[in-house]
């Protein structure tokens, strides 16, 4: 039996990285049947991609400006996802906004990690937006995708604290951090149940 997961990146894909190390470390193939079993970017230069071949991953990229439309991107993205029939599709950074169709089409086995404490501020600019508003606690949040942009239920969330004279870079770093903690937690528990 194989439980397939596919990651989808669009930059440096340090939460990536940490699901792959920790499916080596927790030996999630040995315990689960499962392996990171591709990742693909919506962008060729993705430090990510990079990374990923390094350690004998199979990768893919698509660039979603060679397409007419929303709809022909997702359908493309769609065809090589299935190709591993994952049981999970962990967006990792992945910068794009999917059609209902894609969300519909892996509803269920749909995760993304956002950079704040939902429901409050979804969208991006997280980490400014925390430090203007005078929020002492920021953090992140593992969630189930839905059509709706960065709702869906919560799969876990980390709380850090907003110090004096953060900065988006600082509270973003530190974030970051509790990310990389949350997320593979998170796709462990998912794939140990798949
Ligand atoms: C993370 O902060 C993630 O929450 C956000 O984009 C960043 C991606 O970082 N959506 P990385 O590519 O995993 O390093």
């Not at 950074?93 to 404490?117: C, D, K, Q, W």
């Amino acid at each position: 039996m194989n439980k397939n997961i596919v990651i989808l990146i669009s930059g440096g894909g340090s939460n990536m990285a940490a699901i792959v190390q920790a499916a080596q470390k927790g030996h999630w193939r040995e315990r689960f049947g499962a392996q990171v079993a591709a990742v693909i970017s919506n962008k060729a230069e993705a430090g990510g991609l990079a990374w990923a071949r390094e350690h004998h991953i199979p990768t893919a990229s698509f660039d979603h400006k060679a397409y007419p439309s929303r709809e022909d991107f997702d359908a493309a993205l769609m065809e090589e996802i299935d190709r591993f029939a994952p049981v999970l599709v962990v967006l990792a950074g992945f910068m794009r906004i999917l059609t209902p169709g894609f969300v519909a089409h892996y509803e269920g086995r749909l995760i993304n990690i956002h950079p704040s404490l939902l429901p409050a501020f979804a969208g991006l600019q997280t980490h400014q937006r925390a430090i203007d508003a005078g929020c002492r606690f920021a953090g992140c949040t593992v969630h189930r995708v839905t059509a709706e942009l960065d709702h869906g239920e919560y799969l876990d969330q980390a709380v850090v604290p907003v110090m004096p004279g953060d900065t988006a870079q600082t509270l973003a770093a530190r974030v970051l951090t509790q990310e990389h903690l949350i997320y593979p937690r998170v796709v462990e528990r998912l794939v140990a149940t798949a």
